[in-house]
T-cell receptor, first 111, second 111 residues
């Protein structure tokens, strides 16, 4: 069974610092990996999708890398802002039918 | 383009009552799925569908039924609600090539 781990569970950073969020997974046989953002009481917003053949994806201040062989992905958020405060979820797609989620990194950006 | 729409947003049920959570998508996606999100447990797959007329069980299917009579709709039925089914429920959809899109969630309380 695919296990997805996100460490640390919670972190705080001062505004302007770069954020680095880590995701690890136990089985390298994945179709893709997706990063989501979730605000309190809200749904999941897709941030980046990395296909298994790709090494990274970028969107604005966000950059996600994927090292499938070592079972790791990292989400970088440059020059963090208070509006980046949220929970970030990593999910891998091990099969056609499902996503396996980590429990998330709860981020607070301090003004 | 509404994306994935879930209704209702909030619901309180008494133990033993039944209800249907609605999910509709307007992106012509083949794949649809239901997840529940519980504190400390992350998101877990309940049921999924790979196309109209085809459904299968996920990780935590007991107490829930689904059907997929059209591409657009994927309702989740609680047969006899129990307090253990108190949770936030998310519906998701995707095509074979796209990222997964999530609805805004249904917050269910069973008393």
């Amino acid at each position: 069974k695919q296990e997805v781990t996100q460490i640390p569970a919670a972190l705080s950073v001062p505004e302007g610092e770069n954020l680095v969020l880590n995701c690890s997974f136990t089985d390298s046989a994945i179709y893709n990996l997706q990063w989501f953002r979730q605000d309190p009481g809200k749904g999941l917003t897709s941030l980046l999708l990395i296909q298994s053949s790709q090494r990274e994806q970028t969107s604005g201040r966000l950059n996600a890398s994927l090292d499938k062989s070592s079972g790791r992905s990292t989400l970088y958020i440059a020059a963090s802002q208070p509006g980046d405060s949220a929970t970030y979820l990593c999910a891998v797609r091990p099969g056609e039918d499902r996503l396996a989620f980590g429990k998330g990194n709860q981020v607070v950006v301090i003004p | 383009n509404a994306g994935v729409t879930q209704t209702p947003k909030f619901q309180v049920l008494k133990t033993g009552q039944s209800m249907t959570l609605q999910c509709a998508q307007d992106m012509n996606h083949e794949y649809m799925s239901w997840y529940r999100q519980d504190p400390g447990m992350g998101l877990r797959l309940i049921h999924y569908s790979v196309g109209a007329g085809i459904t299968d069980q996920g990780e935590v299917p007991n107490g829930y039924n689904v059907s997929r009579s059209t591409t657009e709709d994927f309702p989740l039925r609680l047969l006899s609600a129990a307090p253990s089914q108190t949770s936030v429920y998310f519906c998701a959809s995707r095509s074979t090539t796209t990222e997964a899109f999530f609805g805004q969630g249904t917050r269910l309380t069973v008393v």
